[in-house]
C-alpha cells in the first residue's frame, strides 16, 4: 500500500531520510529472517565510540514460538496495532566496552545503539518494510524473559512489516497515519553557541 509522504526537506537530502516513518496499521504478513538479517547487517555498520559496537538486537519473528513473549511485553496500546508487525525487536545496549585495562563503562552506549537503530530501519526502507520503535513496554520485565545480563540496558521495541489500510486502527491512531513533519533546523543547530529553545 502507498502512503501519501507530505513531508519536503529545506535542503537537498536522499528521499530515503523522508521515506522513513513510523506507521501503525500493518498487513500481518511475517518478516523473513534472511530480510530481517539484511536490515541487522546495516545495523552492523553504524559508527561507535572506539568501534565498540554496544549495540544487540533481540527478535521474534510472526508465527513462532517466542512472538506472544515479545507481544506480551508491549504496553495494551502498542500490542493492539504490533498484532498486525511481521517481526518484533528489542534493542539492547552493552553499559561496558573493552580497553587495554579490561571492561569499563561506556558512556555512549545509548547513542552508538541509537546509530545502529536508524541504520536498521532505513536499511527497512530500502527493502520495501516499514520499522515502528516504541518506548512503551516493560522493560523491566524484558531483562528478565529475555535474559538480558545485568552490565546491559533495554533501550527501545521495534515493530516491523509490510503498511496497510489504517481502517483496522483506533479513530485516534488513524489520525497519527501519516508521515509526521520535523521542526526547522534553526531549532537545533546553533553557530558558535548553544540556544535554548523549546523542549
Keep these: 500500500m502507498t502512503v501519501s509522504n507530505p513531508r519536503q526537506p529545506d535542503h537537498a537530502i536522499d528521499p530515503l531520510f523522508t521515506e522513513r ?10 518478516v523473513p529472517e534472511a530480510e530481517l538479517l539484511r536490515m541487522f547487517e546495516a545495523a552492523r555498520w553504524a559508527p561507535s565510540s572506539y568501534n565498540s559496537q554496544p549495540w544487540r538486537f533481540v527478535y521474534a519473528l510472526r508465527d513462532t514460538p517466542d ?31 573493552k580497553s587495554s585495562d579490561g571492561l569499563k563503562p561506556s558512556a555512549s552506549h545509548s ?5 545502529a537503530s536508524a541504520n536498521f ?16 513496554f516493560d522493560k523491566e520485565r ?6 538480558v545480563p545485568a552490565d546491559h540496558q533495554v533501550e527501545a521495541a521495534y515493530g516491523i512489516g509490510r503498511v496497510a489500510d489504517p481502517a483496522g486502527l483506533t479513530e485516534e491512531q488513524r489520525a497519527k497515519e501519516v508521515p509526521n513533519g520535523r521542526r526547522p533546523i534553526a531549532d537545533f543547530a546553533f553557530a558558535g553557541r548553544f540556544k ?4
Design 21 to 30: 516513518w513510523s506507521p501503525r496499521a500493518f498487513t500481518g504478513e511475517a
Design 67 to 97: 512472538w506472544q513473549t515479545f507481544l506480551d511485553l508491549l504496553v495494551p496500546a502498542n500490542r493492539k496495532w504490533a498484532e498486525g508487525c511481521g517481526a518484533l525487536v528489542i534493542l539492547v545496549s552493552s553499559k561496558l566496552m
Design 111 to 115: 547513542l552508538d545503539a541509537g546509530a
Design 121 to 136: 530501519q532505513l536499511q527497512a526502507i530500502r527493502q520495501g518494510w516499514h520499522v515502528h520503535g516504541m518506548g512503551g
Design 142 to 147: 524484558a531483562v528478565t524473559v529475555l535474559d
Design 196 to 199: 535554548a529553545r523549546e523542549a
